[in-house]
């Protein structure tokens, strides 16, 4: 594994050595009181002391983790498709998903997983995420695969060349199934886009051909949905001063916050759908194509299929609604008390933001975020009964 020193997740030994670390951070009684009010502050450092390895970890410890968070800020989470993974008689694939939450999009997947009875998979996560001695050790015992960010063009390549191959490695060899987001960072705007460069760095470690590197990562589409958007207003912030100024920089820890909102923020209802996986005349298809459209064709694919799996909520109905200045789904999806809560909703939220910025803008940005889903999902309907299939060569 030396050759993957700089990305791989913890070994078991270094992962004993970074419980002990986690028992004894001065920050763990104050993370308990929240997560686990009910009990004495020392809850989580003896939970610590309980464990021996990463999967005793993952199940004693982040398992009462994710409860606890679900049960404090959700109106509960639930999965379906699973059978579409356990149709592969344990081989190991390649998930791709949305990306709405930093933490909790892997985190409710391979909770999902392990309420099936599947192994955990490893998780694709960004460097500049591992801010503090604690969230690395958090991560990186929770099998964390690090993406570097921040690097040149010529570094970019070689490490894509390096994580590609530890995807492939780790798939083909049977050792871990792996999870990635569909796109670097979260979607801001509610709209759920495959990267082609993401494809093209897998392609980088096959050498079999598009078609088999392609079947062989074995690729499973999921979609997670959220009723209320994690960090929706400052994703909408973000939006607007990007928008004005043409970029956006992030200040220092900002991601951390992103990280801690994303756990308090109540979520509403959350659900995860597993989809079919990409089948071998879809890979195929695009395989006939040239140049980038092969690519092309398995990201619509992909995206496609992402977009089909989401659960819509009253809220994705208001904020296409109220996008739009339309009573579309007004008594059918959405009851106008239920509208004027969204609306309370939104003020709330956008009235913690600084008072300089456009505030008609910032209101309509926000109601895109919940609204674009909804838009997403109708445009791929109608081109599913025009039979327009889009991404084919």
């Not at 606890?68 to 344990?90: A, C, H, P, Q, R």
């Not at 929770?142 to 570094?155: C, D, S, Y």
């Not at 088999?212 to 973000?238: G, H, T, W």
Request: proline content about 3%; overall charge negative; aromatic content about 8%.
């Amino acid at each position: 594994m030396s050759e993957y020193e700089s990305i791989r997740p913890y070994s078991e030994s270094e992962a004993v050595e970074a419980f002990s670390r986690i028992a004894r951070h001065p920050a763990l009684p104050a993370i308990c009181k929240y997560l686990f009010p009910k009990q004495p502050v020392n809850y989580l450092s003896s939970l610590m002391g309980k464990v021996h390895c990463i999967e005793e970890f993952q199940d004693v410890v982040m398992g009462e983790v994710v409860s606890s968070v679900l049960l404090k800020t959700s109106e509960g989470f639930t999965y379906s498709g699973m059978e579409n993974i356990l149709k592969l008689k344990g081989r190991k694939f390649l998930a791709i998903s949305n990306h709405r939450d930093i933490v909790l999009d892997p985190a409710l997947i391979l909770y999902s997983m392990h309420d099936s009875g599947l192994p955990y998979a490893e998780l694709c996560v960004g460097s500049n995420l591992l801010q503090g001695k604690l969230i690395e050790d958090l991560m990186r015992s929770n099998r964390m695969i690090k993406v570097i960010r921040g690097i040149t063009a010529r570094e970019l390549y070689l490490s894509s060349q390096l994580l590609s191959k530890y995807i492939r490695e780790s798939i083909t060899s049977g050792t871990s199934s792996v999870w990635i987001a569909q796109r670097e960072g979260r979607a801001k705007d509610g709209l759920d886009i495959t990267e082609q460069g993401l494809l093209k760095m897998f392609d980088l470690s096959g050498e079999k051909g598009f078609e088999q590197n392609f079947k062989e990562l074995c690729i499973v589409p999921m979609s997670i949905s959220y009723e209320y958007e994690s960090c929706d207003a400052r994703k909408a912030r973000e939006l607007l001063m990007k928008e004005e100024a043409g970029s956006y920089t992030k200040k220092p820890n900002e991601d951390t916050h992103s990280i801690m909102t994303g756990i308090r923020q109540t979520k509403g209802h959350i659900h995860l759908e597993i989809g079919v996986p990409l089948a071998d005349d879809e890979i195929e298809r695009a395989a006939d194509c040239k140049g980038n459209d092969r690519y092309q064709g398995i990201r619509h694919v992909l995206t496609d299929r992402i977009v089909d799996g989401y659960k819509l909520f009253k809220t994705n109905y208001m904020g296409y609604d109220l996008m739009n200045g339309t009573s579309e789904y007004l008594g059918i999806k959405y009851l106008p008390e239920d509208l004027e809560l969204f609306k309370a909703y939104t003020e709330h939220k956008l009235g913690k933001l600084e008072r300089n910025l456009d505030r008609d803008r910032l209101r309509d940005i926000f109601w895109h975020i919940y609204g674009n889903p909804l838009a997403a999902k109708k445009e791929l309907l109608t081109r599913q009964h025009s039979d327009l299939h889009e991404g084919q060569c």
